[in-house]
């Protein structure tokens, strides 16, 4: 009977023992399955900044570097625009209420007031307007129409030179991509025999410029078209509100 129980013991401890090692083993496969896929993320997001790392190094460092420029300069002017336009917007509706509650509280300083605590340029047109409001409505309309052209040139400033940056930037890429193609016909000349290797290898430098410089333009293009799209945007709200503000006046004159 002891020697049954012994065996029964033993044949239990070996079955704890497996199942044991059963579940480690299956532990440490789960843990390789999913420690290759960590490191292709890895790998892949490495591989990333190598690859463009290595494709700059490739394109020549000099006509690179200008081409980088290009993109740094114009994404700072088209930020610096986009801020600026976006700062330059006005809620119209809430500004000719607020005008006409003055006018008609206050009077003309009154009015003055709240453009000149309204940000943009309608505000501003508004203000020289009133400024001139005792001299007659057609002094109002040329001083409105004259200062609006000032506020329009306001709005575009910097646009001619993130275009400069889009046309700069290709450019540079086919300069960097003739040159290229010159230091490969170099290299033939040089072998005396023309090396398939020596010609594509050359080809392939020269055409990193040129595609760098064409996506540079293309990003910069976005940012110029938008800025665009919102000057005109910007510029028929002031040539609506310039009417809007002279029947304004216009009422006011004649409640009197």
Same mark, same amino acid.
């Given at each position: $009977?002891?020697?049954?129980?012994?065996?029964?013991?033993?044949?239990?401890?070996?079955?704890?023992?497996? !199942?044991?090692?059963?579940?480690?083993?299956?532990?440490?496969?789960?843990?390789?399955?999913?420690?290759?896929?960590?490191?292709?993320?890895?790998?892949?997001?490495?591989?990333?900044?190598?690859?463009?790392?290595?494709?700059?190094?490739?394109?020549?460092?000099?006509? /690179?570097?200008?081409?980088?420029?290009?993109? =740094?300069?114009?994404?700072?002017?088209?930020?610096?625009?986009?801020?600026?336009?976006? $700062?330059?917007?006005?809620?119209?509706?809430?500004?000719?209420?607020?005008?006409? !509650?003055?006018?008609?509280?206050?009077?003309?300083?009154?009015?003055?007031?709240?453009?000149?605590?309204?940000?943009?340029?309608?505000?501003?047109?508004?203000?020289?307007?009133? !400024?001139?409001? @005792?001299?007659?409505?057609?002094?109002?309309?040329?001083?409105?129409? *004259?200062?609006?052209?000032?506020? $329009?040139?306001?709005?575009?400033?910097?646009?001619?030179?993130?275009?400069?940056?889009?046309?700069?930037?290709?450019?540079?890429?086919? /300069?960097?991509?003739?040159?290229? $193609?010159?230091?490969?016909? @170099?290299?033939?000349?040089?072998? &005396?025999?023309?090396?398939?290797?020596?010609?594509?290898?050359?080809?392939?430098?020269?055409?990193?410029?040129?595609?760098? &410089?064409? =996506?540079?333009?293309?990003?910069?293009?976005?940012?110029?078209?938008?800025?665009?799209?919102?000057?005109?945007?910007?510029?028929?709200?002031?040539? @609506?509100? *310039? =009417?809007?503000?002279? @029947?304004?006046?216009?009422?006011?004159?004649?409640?009197?």
């Amino acid at each position: $009977m002891l020697t049954l129980g012994a065996s029964s013991y033993a044949v239990a401890q070996d079955e704890t023992t497996t !199942d044991t090692t059963q579940v480690a083993e299956e532990a440490t496969q789960e843990v390789e399955e999913a420690t290759p896929v960590m490191e292709e993320e890895v790998v892949e997001s490495t591989s990333f900044h190598k690859i463009v790392k290595k494709q700059f190094i490739q394109g020549g460092a000099m006509f /690179m570097s200008f081409v980088l420029l290009a993109l =740094i300069l114009g994404l700072a002017l088209s930020i610096e625009r986009i801020i600026y336009l976006n $700062m330059s917007t006005t809620n119209t509706k809430k500004l000719f209420a607020n005008l006409e !509650d003055a006018l008609n509280n206050g009077g003309v300083e009154a009015a003055k007031e709240v453009c000149r605590n309204t940000r943009g340029p309608i505000a501003s047109i508004f203000y020289q307007g009133l !400024d001139r409001v @005792d001299e007659g409505i057609e002094v109002v309309e040329k001083s409105v129409v *004259s200062y609006g052209s000032v506020q $329009m040139g306001l709005l575009e400033k910097g646009l001619s030179w993130i275009s400069l940056m889009i046309g700069l930037a290709p450019m540079l890429g086919f /300069m960097g991509t003739v040159i290229g $193609m010159i230091g490969a016909f @170099d290299s033939i000349q040089s072998m &005396g025999t023309i090396s398939p290797a020596a010609v594509a290898g050359g080809i392939k430098v020269a055409l990193i410029t040129t595609v760098s &410089g064409l =996506i540079v333009a293309m990003i910069l293009q976005v940012f110029f078209n938008y800025c665009t799209a919102k000057i005109d945007s910007i510029v028929n709200n002031m040539e @609506d509100a *310039s =009417i809007t503000l002279l @029947d304004i006046l216009v009422k006011h004159n004649l409640k009197k």
